[in-house]
């Protein structure tokens, strides 16, 4: 119905358009026909106009809307007080400009060239000025930071947090969660509607653990939402359906200058060679990993036996395997372990020991 509507809009502007069109033609003596001839063209030239504007519509709708996005985009990068004080100088510098055209208004052609280029000289000085110079304007008393010493003034200023954008892996994950509730995650998370798409779908699978793993997603999803702390956007920008998911991903994320917030080794690696910064929850996971260097003592439980002839394998608390020599023999039994030496794996971290003694036998 709305598109039906935008349709007849701009339907209508373009007959009222080619109207015009056909009026200004008449007034200057080029259609040299009788009253009733003149009208019919005006008529026809309207329809024309009419029916071109119909056909593109669809055109000049996206067209018109990405114009719209472009814009908004461009208006988000600029604070609050930034758009004020922008609009008060350009009021300003239309209010000036005004004044200066008003002498050659009368002058043919001259008038309205003056009258142009100072409307847009002014406007955009009296932006940038206004913008630029606002701790210094000419309103002492609406200029609050003026009061402020300017270490203090220096040390306000912030930096702009980059949106992050989240991908179904790390939705399906759920430790973004909790990693939003101890505060480390600033700025807006950003859910486009494909990954919400492809979500819903995973859910709605016939395999029993895809369709668990999607409404894990779902859930999280929701727990995100109702957290007060975490400001959640979902994006409706789409890029087509034959497009893949991680593709649109990079896309939206060099749009709007936003990080990837990802579990994806192989999309991790695609968005480093195309200059997209990712967040990986598994490198973070990684690197609060407690340090533990060879020679340190522990003590673990042998849970099963390794690979290796002799070898038993126990488990940290944040799941880093150790491998324990000789502790095949101690299975079921916690020991004292001398770490012998720490790997490091794209996977994660490794570590090997030696056994010590055992502190609780397995009866």
């Not at 720490?342 to 003694?357: C, D, E, P, S, Y």
């Amino acid at each position: 119905m709305i598109d039906k509507i935008v349709r007849a809009v701009i339907t209508t502007i373009g007959a009222s358009i080619g109207a015009f069109i056909g009026v200004v033609l008449n007034q200057n003596g080029l259609l040299k026909l009788s009253g009733l001839q003149n009208i019919l063209i005006i008529i026809g030239i309207s329809l024309i106009f009419g029916i071109i504007f119909f056909l593109l519509s669809v055109k000049i709708k996206k067209t018109g809307q990405r114009i719209a996005e472009a814009f908004e985009r461009e208006l988000m990068k600029f604070s609050t007080i930034d758009i004020i004080w922008g609009a008060l100088g350009l009021i300003v510098g239309f209010v000036i400009a005004f004044l200066i055209s008003q002498p050659f208004a009368d002058i043919k052609y001259v008038g309205t060239i003056v009258s142009i280029l100072s409307y847009l000289l002014f406007g955009y000085l009296g932006i940038k000025i206004s913008t630029r110079k606002k701790d210094d304007v000419i309103w002492p008393q609406l200029n609050l930071k003026k009061v402020q010493p300017v270490k203090k003034d220096k040390s306000a200023k912030k930096e702009i947090v980059s949106p992050k954008i989240l991908d179904t892996s790390v939705i399906i994950d759920g430790r973004i969660s909790d990693i939003c509730k101890t505060g480390f995650i600033e700025g807006t998370l950003v859910i486009p509607e494909f990954v919400l798409k492809e979500l819903r779908h995973i859910a709605d699978s016939s395999d029993s653990l895809k369709r668990n793993r999607g409404r894990r997603g779902l859930d999280i999803l929701n727990i995100l939402q109702k957290d007060d702390t975490v400001n959640v956007l979902i994006e409706s920008k789409d890029y087509g359906d034959n497009i893949e998911v991680d593709v649109k991903l990079l896309k939206l994320a060099k749009e709007l200058g936003g990080k990837v917030l990802t579990n994806d080794f192989n999309l991790n690696k695609v968005a480093e060679f195309q200059g997209v910064e990712v967040l990986n929850i598994n490198e973070l996971a990684n690197a609060v990993k407690p340090i533990v260097l060879p020679g340190e003592e522990m003590t673990v439980m042998v849970v099963k036996d390794g690979k290796e002839s002799g070898q038993g394998l126990a488990y940290l608390d944040d799941g880093t395997m150790i491998v324990v020599e000789g502790g095949k023999k101690c299975i079921g039994d916690s020991v004292v372990v001398t770490v012998t030496s720490v790997l490091q794996t794209a996977a994660g971290r490794m570590i090997f020991a030696k056994l010590k003694n055992v502190i609780n036998k397995a009866v």
